[in-house]
């Protein structure tokens, strides 16, 4: 099973400041027949269910504000809020979707200063 | 506008069983594999079960393996899990997800969008 892993588990920001998640897969998701890495990035606010931010590790979904952005190679992976608003207090799940078992990451949390 | 809808949850004894459903929409069913995610109160997202569109091919996490059927009828584009010999461990909200994308030979796999809002089951004596 591949295992994903999130720092930190918590951060504050103030307003307007960055906001860095960092997510590790304990292998390659990145698939060689089509050089996509298989990473989605979830936001998840109190008692809602996740929405999705990201997928293919750095393409934004549709209507996700463009302050959201993710990057990251075969095993590592940063999800960046620009700029953090006060809508964007959340917990954040990255998971990989290259192999079953689909595993995510044990979320992080993310706070105003 | 594409939507899930959970429904099913509730209060069981250590044990007994239990039936979610998933009522799909504005989506042609069929063609999508669909997928059951839990989350234990205060805790992370945990992946329960796939289903193929046409339901010829499923995935279980170990942890439900042998207690736990996921199945569909598309004709009511409806999504079900089948929870059998249900545990403490079990208690969470159960969201049912649908695949993103079709299913290609090259992409395999893709990620869940939309979550349903979720359906609690609590699983004590």
């Known amino acids: 099973d591949i295992v994903m892993t999130q720092s930190p588990d918590s951060l504050a920001v103030s307003l307007g400041e960055r906001a860095t998640i960092n997510c590790k897969s304990s292998q390659s998701v990145l698939y060689s027949s089509n050089n996509k890495k298989y990473i989605a990035w979830y936001q998840q606010k109190p008692g809602q269910p996740p929405k999705l931010l990201i997928y293919?590790?750095?393409t934004r979904e549709s209507g996700v504000p463009d302050r959201f952005s993710g990057s990251g190679s075969g095993t590592d992976f940063t999800l960046t809020i620009s700029s953090l608003q006060a809508e964007d207090v959340a917990f954040y799940y990255c998971?990989?979707?290259?192999?079953?078992?689909?595993?995510f990451g044990p979320g992080t949390k993310v706070d105003i200063k | 506008e594409v939507q899930v809808l959970e429904s099913g949850g509730g209060l069981v004894q250590p044990g007994e069983s239990l039936r979610l459903s998933c009522e799909a929409s504005?989506?042609?069913?069929?063609?999508?594999?669909m997928n059951w995610v839990r989350q234990a109160p205060g805790k992370g997202l945990e992946w329960v079960s796939t289903?193929?569109?046409?339901?010829?091919?499923?995935y279980y996490a170990d942890s439900v393996k042998g207690r736990f059927t996921i199945s569909r009828d598309n004709s009511k584009n409806t999504l079900y899990l089948q929870m059998n010999s249900l545990r403490a461990e079990d208690t969470a909200v159960y969201y049912c997800?649908?695949?993103?994308?079709?299913?290609?030979?090259?992409?395999?796999?893709?990620?869940?969008?939309?979550w349903g809002q979720g359906t609690l089951v609590t699983v004590s004596s």
């Open positions: 289903i193929s569109g046409s339901g010829g091919s499923t």
């Open positions: 997800a649908k695949d993103a994308q079709l299913s290609s030979a090259i992409e395999r796999y893709t990620w869940f969008d939309p």
């Open positions: 504005g989506f042609t069913f069929s063609v999508y594999a």
């Open positions: 998971q990989q979707y290259y192999s079953t078992p689909f595993t």
């Open positions: 293919w590790a750095s």
